[in-house]
């Protein structure tokens, strides 16, 4: 099925051979996949250039179909979208309709240097919707990734390399379920899970606040995920004894969220902004010096927080980039989930080799006005 990233310009094309145009229908819904597709979306037209093939731009006018909300809940956020051509000639009209092409579009893009996304250069083709293979998380945290059910096989959690659970992967033709998030041990209720909870969830053998400090990350993984028996993810676990960490949770390059955890200290400051006019105090021809001559209204402001990263794997510069080009980004905090846009407009990438430790401070502003005044 051809996955299409609506962030990202996406091209269908047909070869029209004498015919004066060539029309292309558009259904995109959400519901079961072939299943009432209703009636046409949009129709586009296009008269047939001497080369014979017409084409057709769809990301931007499939993208207003999808409205990515987070509330704390991972739910699968794509729609489906399909497609059909049909020719004709000005003195016959319509020819019989192709048939449909399937498609799942989803909010997510390809880079410059992967090309154009078309039928037959598709991009971001994987069954695990994140980059990293590495998961970097804090005891006691629940470790969740994003995978596409569109065919059948397995994922396998294991535990100091014993296997702990199987997730069995089928094909889901309902958008609703389309991206499943899978959890860490849900519902596992075994003589490893209860070892694993009086230990700590996947906290490494012998790792401590000083070698968290020290941003280590040497210690042999006890926590690990198969994907469909090849993709390998290690999980490492932080101990962090001095701050409470923080979640952030962004909609990553593939259209699916993710979890990012900010784990060393957070500071938060406030912007505000206002209009001043001059008011006239004179009264019965008296003034009071008690009275604002120069008044303030509409007077609102925004909160910002700085959070620090702390010590990550040089794999996750992926992990921040993508979140430096999300446009939605939430943050968790005294549980209460919030949107925020990232105020960070760069970063200098480090690597292992020049920086040895690598670690990232982010400034993220709050989308609201801390005065409500929606009305």
């Not at 091209?11 to 229908?25: G, H, P």
């Not at 179909?65 to 319509?94: C, H, K, L, P």
């Not at 794997?313 to 939430?330: A, C, D, G, R, T």
């Amino acid at each position: 099925m051809e996955k299409i990233n609506v962030r990202s310009p996406h091209f269908i094309r047909t070869l029209a051979i004498s015919k004066d145009y060539v029309k292309c229908e558009l259904y995109i819904y959400a519901g079961q996949s072939v299943v009432n597709r209703g009636a046409v979306d949009y129709t586009l037209i296009n008269r047939t250039p001497a080369s014979g093939y017409s084409v057709f731009e769809i990301s931007e006018l499939i993208r207003d179909f999808i409205d990515i909300q987070f509330d704390g809940s991972y739910n699968s956020e794509m729609i489906w979208v399909d497609y059909r051509f049909i020719e004709g000639t000005d003195a016959g009209g319509d020819d019989t309709p192709f048939s449909y092409v399937e498609g799942q579009a989803f909010e997510g893009y390809g880079y410059f240097e992967e090309g154009a996304a078309t039928t037959l250069t598709p991009i971001n083709e994987q069954k695990l919707l994140q980059s990293n293979t590495v998961i970097v998380k804090p005891q006691n945290a629940s470790v969740r990734i994003p995978i596409i059910q569109d065919s059948t096989y397995s994922v396998v959690f294991s535990y100091k390399g014993n296997f702990v659970e199987e997730y069995n992967i089928t094909n889901n033709i309902n958008a609703l379920n389309r991206i499943a998030y899978l959890n860490d041990y849900i519902g596992v209720d075994t003589d490893t899970y209860k070892e694993r909870v009086i230990q700590g969830t996947g906290v490494y053998e012998g790792s401590s606040c000083l070698d968290n400090l020290l941003g280590m990350f040497d210690f042999t993984p006890i926590d690990r995920i198969i994907v469909d028996g090849d993709t390998v993810i290690d999980i490492q676990t932080f101990k962090e004894c001095r701050f409470e960490p923080i979640k952030a949770t962004f909609v990553n390059k593939f259209g699916a969220y993710q979890d990012l955890w900010f784990f060393k200290n957070n500071s938060k400051a406030i912007k505000t902004q206002s209009t001043e006019y001059l008011a006239n105090i004179v009264t019965t021809g008296t003034w009071s010096a008690t009275n604002h001559q120069k008044t303030m209204i509409n007077n609102n402001g925004q909160e910002e927080i700085t959070l620090n990263s702390g010590y990550y794997p040089e794999s996750y510069n992926e992990i921040f980039k993508q979140l430096l080009l999300s446009e939605k980004v939430w943050l968790e905090l005294d549980g209460i989930t919030r949107p925020v846009n990232v105020s960070s407009k760069g970063m200098n990438f480090k690597t292992q080799l020049t920086g040895k430790l690598i670690e990232y401070t982010m400034k993220f502003n709050f989308s609201n006005d801390i005065i409500n005044n929606i009305r």
